[in-house]
């Protein structure tokens, strides 16, 4: 079975999926990425049984006959977060003021190029009113590697990504999230694609993760969306 899933659970995944290969005897090829990343590869041809990507782009690849209608199953959610290489000062970002002195006291900070969490720091930024001061200060990783490892090699003082991408990384610690009334939920959610080769597998593999994955997701960065109660 071939599936493709967003780096944002890929933790849990990891963890759950030897588990179903060994429960159903069938084997599972994941191909990681940020979603937008994995949506341009749908785009362009790639194969595959699962997507578990964002709900937004599950629900406009429905749109477009590329995911089953009807398929959609809410797995986790997860905020955005903020880190900084293990051993130095945690500034604080409780509060969108505290945020942003924090961001502009930072001489850089890290966020993904193509990640939902990537995406949106920008508008943070903008609501701050702090996005051109921010210009010279930002990098951007190249794809495929993690916010936090950037943070932890000393190439960024700050890194922005989601939570549960950030808590894996080693030579690294979570400040926190970002103020509630700044902060994003993701919610990553499940889709059987159209061209499936093993819709049968990808419904179970789904209805297994689903089941399993709950006791895992609060050490992991994530909780249970409220859709998928």
């Not at 000062?89 to 190029?113: C, F, M, N, T």
């Not at 894996?168 to 999230?177: C, H, K, N």
């Not at 499936?196 to 249970?224: C, Q, Y």
Request: glycine share 12%.
């Amino acid at each position: 079975m071939k599936v493709l899933c967003t780096n944002g659970l890929k933790t849990v995944m990891d963890e759950l999926l030897p588990g179903f290969e060994r429960s159903t005897g069938t084997k599972v090829a994941v191909t990681w990425g940020p979603a937008a990343g994995l949506v341009k590869q749908l785009e362009s041809g790639a194969d595959g049984d699962l997507a578990i990507l964002t709900a937004e782009a599950v629900d406009a690849l429905i749109q477009k006959g590329t995911v089953v209608a009807g398929s959609r199953v809410d797995l986790a959610s997860s905020g955005i977060g903020l880190a900084v290489r293990k051993g130095t000062r945690k500034p604080d970002i409780g509060s969108p003021e505290a945020l942003k002195s924090a961001l502009l006291a930072a001489k850089s900070v890290a966020h993904s190029r193509m990640g939902g969490s990537g995406i949106y720091f920008p508008t943070v930024l903008t609501r701050l009113g702090i996005a051109d001061a921010m210009k010279s200060k930002i990098v951007l990783p190249e794809p495929g590697t993690p916010v936090g490892e950037v943070v932890a090699n000393g190439g960024a003082e700050i890194g922005v990504q989601q939570i549960s991408e950030l808590l894996p990384v080693a030579g690294i610690e979570l400040i926190g999230p970002l103020p509630p009334s700044l902060q994003k939920l993701t919610i990553f959610s499940a889709g059987v694609l159209a061209q499936a080769k093993d819709a049968a597998g990808a419904k179970a593999l789904v209805k297994f993760l689903a089941a399993e994955s709950l006791p895992l997701l609060a050490a992991k960065g994530l909780e249970r969306p409220s859709s998928a109660a």
